[in-house]
């Protein structure tokens, strides 16, 4: 990896991630405790729940994003160690398969409780003490995965698309707070989790051909847009996506 930006202006911000003890989530709050902020983070995984806070020293509450009132009682304990959250990273989000065939009612709401509906609770949750505070920055992580018309997830790649339409309406009600709401896409990112269970030779190669650069796509580049837009240096970036994709759309 080659050196990364510094940003001193999130030395001592209080930066909330969710699914932070797996994947593009543990490598934003590796990176936030990088920089000296004061970084907390939801999962509900408990095991590696505690080995990224033994590494990083940053507090957790385990948390099942679908429970929403669970989601407001963890952000309350947590901002209760680190202070009131002037940054939120809403990064949970499970690509699961399916066919559109089985897709059931029950099944189709649990995967917008999964991947949609406790990013804006969790806005909800903490614009109170940004605006108290005179300002914030919200980073919501979406998916080129429907852009690119991706298939064999429909549920998922609905509520990815919503993230969007989420970023820019939350961007215009919370602007007038300082609070700057945005949008970081991935394309295809080499999580432990892809590896294991989608990355074949032959589909890497193919993904290769439909990008722009060679290269196959570290998590650490995903959270270097999101340290960007976390910190001061982006203070006029809102109701925007910016892509980490390899040139894949």
Same mark, same amino acid.
């Given at each position: 990896?080659?050196?990364f930006a510094?940003y ?5 911000t209080a930066v909330? @991630? ?8 543990r490598?934003?709050?590796?990176a936030f405790? #990088?920089?000296?902020? /004061? ?13 990224v ?5 940053? +507090? ?5 994003l679908? $429970?929403?009132? !669970? @989601? =407001? @009682?963890? &952000?309350?304990?947590?901002?209760a160690q680190?202070g009131p959250? =002037?940054?939120?990273?809403?990064n949970?989000?499970?690509d699961d398969r399916h066919d559109?065939r089985?897709v059931?009612?029950?099944?189709w $709401? ?6 949609? /509906?406790?990013m ?6 903490v614009? +109170?003490?940004? &605006? ?6 919200? &980073?919501n992580?979406g ?5 690119e ?8 790649a609905t509520?990815?698309a919503?993230v969007?339409?989420?970023?820019r309406?939350m961007? /215009? $009600?919370?602007?007038?707070?300082r609070i /700057?709401?945005n949008?970081?896409?991935p394309?295809?990112i080499?999580? *432990? ?5 989608w990355a ?5 190669e #193919?993904h290769r051909q439909? !990008?722009?650069? +060679? *290269?196959l &796509?570290d998590?650490?580049?995903v959270? =270097?847009m999101?340290?960007?837009?976390a ?8 109701a925007?996506n910016y892509?980490?994709d390899a040139?894949?759309i």
């Open positions: 990896m080659p050196d510094t001193p202006s999130l030395k001592d909330l @991630v969710t699914g932070g003890a797996s994947g593009i989530g490598s934003t709050v590796k405790a #990088a920089q000296g902020a /004061r970084v907390a983070f939801l999962d509900r995984d408990a095991q590696n729940a505690t080995a806070t033994a590494e990083t020293g940053a +507090p957790h509450a385990l948390c099942d679908r $429970d929403i009132d !669970q @989601v =407001r @009682v963890s &952000i309350q304990t947590l901002a680190t959250f =002037r940054v939120l990273v809403n949970a989000a499970r559109w089985d059931t009612p029950d099944y $709401d649990e995967r917008m409780n999964t991947n949609l /509906r406790h804006f609770f969790a806005m909800q949750a614009a +109170p003490g940004m &605006i108290d505070a005179g300002g914030g920055s919200v &980073i992580l998916s080129n995965s429907w852009w018309a991706v298939g064999n997830f429909p549920a998922y509520a990815k919503a969007h339409g989420l970023t309406t961007a /215009r $009600d919370l602007g007038q707070h /700057r709401v949008t970081v896409v394309g295809w080499m999580t *432990d989790r892809q590896k294991e269970l074949t030779p032959e589909s890497l #193919a439909n !990008q722009c650069l +060679p *290269d &796509i998590p650490a580049y959270t =270097r999101v340290l960007f837009l910190s001061d240096d982006a203070a006029m970036c809102t925007s892509m980490v040139g894949s």
